[in-house]
């Protein structure tokens, strides 16, 4: 006998209402995004608050920076993330639609993308304002996991981004055709890895607490660098060990490539994800170490 979950009856909108023939809609996915931007600024706060956690006891910007700093991240994570998944994932549809690219409320975001968007923001934001620019950088990096968990947990509610299929007896039977198609031989329903719930426990509580430890037991943000440098590696780390528990996007998997492995090794490989992390894993150890090797003795 196979145990699984059933999905809970939570639907992808919180509310919503009927405003003259129109329909006026507040998902989950865009409540986590609205409460992690504004819990990530909180905790911006909290540390520019203090002084002493920073060199020299001078924090890198002020409170109304932080604030500004906030409209340009916005920018960078619906800009880059859109953009990351139409040349990533999709490109050859967008081009032949390219109209298509503006409904962003369709869905169709990439993390990678939207991450490399808030690093064209943020550099933009301090040779604006002429900011120390690795420090702010930390404090960006330290709020990240907030809105990182918090994704991830609108991801579940939303259905979407689910896992390979498992006999495990935490797996999940998600609604819809896609997500109860089995495999061959597989017995029906088909239970998948929570792997939303996975990359919200490593991106976003565990990775979180880490930075948090460092920050406020071990002084980390003394030395610019050093807390995006574990966030990059960190995530770059996490994300790769979910992919081996996630279901890889439709355009990759094909009868032969079922797992929709990028580069193949044999029966095993490589997928999208695990390809744009490696860079981020490589990218968070250069930064680390150039910290490391730059702070005092």
């Known amino acids: 006998m196979v145990y699984s979950i059933p999905f809970p009856d939570i639907g992808p909108e919180l509310f919503s209402i009927e405003l003259g023939g129109f329909t006026l809609a507040l998902r989950w996915y865009a409540l986590a995004y609205i409460a992690g931007l504004l819990i990530g600024l909180w905790i911006v706060r909290r540390v520019l608050a203090r002084p002493e956690l920073w060199p020299a006891n001078t924090p890198p ?3 109304e920076q932080a604030e500004a700093l906030l409209t340009w991240v916005v920018l960078g994570v619906v800009l880059g993330g859109r953009l990351g998944f139409v040349l990533l994932y999709q490109p050859g549809y967008y081009l032949s639609n390219p109209l298509e690219i503006l409904k962003v409320w369709q869905g169709g975001m990439a993390f990678h993308g939207g991450l490399a968007g808030v690093i064209v923001a943020g550099a933009l934001f301090c040779w604006h304002h002429r900011l120390r620019a690795a420090q702010v950088a930390d404090a960006m990096a330290l709020a990240a996991p907030t809105g990182l968990l918090l994704g991830r947990i609108a991801n579940f509610i939303n259905a979407e ?13 998600f609604p819809g055709d ?10 029906s329903p088909c239970a998948r890895h929570p792997s939303q719930l996975y990359e919200a426990g490593l991106e976003g509580l565990l990775l979180g607490a880490v930075l948090v430890g460092l920050v406020f037991a071990r002084g980390a943000l003394k030395v610019p660098g050093q807390v995006t440098g574990v966030f990059l590696t960190g995530y770059g780390l996490a994300r790769f060990t979910v992919e081996h528990f996630r279901q890889a996007d439709a355009q990759f998997v094909t009868p032969d490539n079922p797992w929709g492995h990028v580069f193949r090794f044999g029966d095993a490989g490589i997928t999208m994800g695990q390809l744009l992390s490696l860079p981020m894993v490589a990218a968070g150890l250069i930064v680390l170490g150039l910290a490391l090797a730059r702070r005092p003795a």
């Open 161 to 173: 981004l689910w896992g390979r299929p498992t006999t495990l007896p935490w797996g999940v039977v």
């Open 178 to 187: 896609a997500a109860q198609t089995c495999p061959p031989g597989w017995d």
């Open 61 to 63: 910007m002020s409170r």
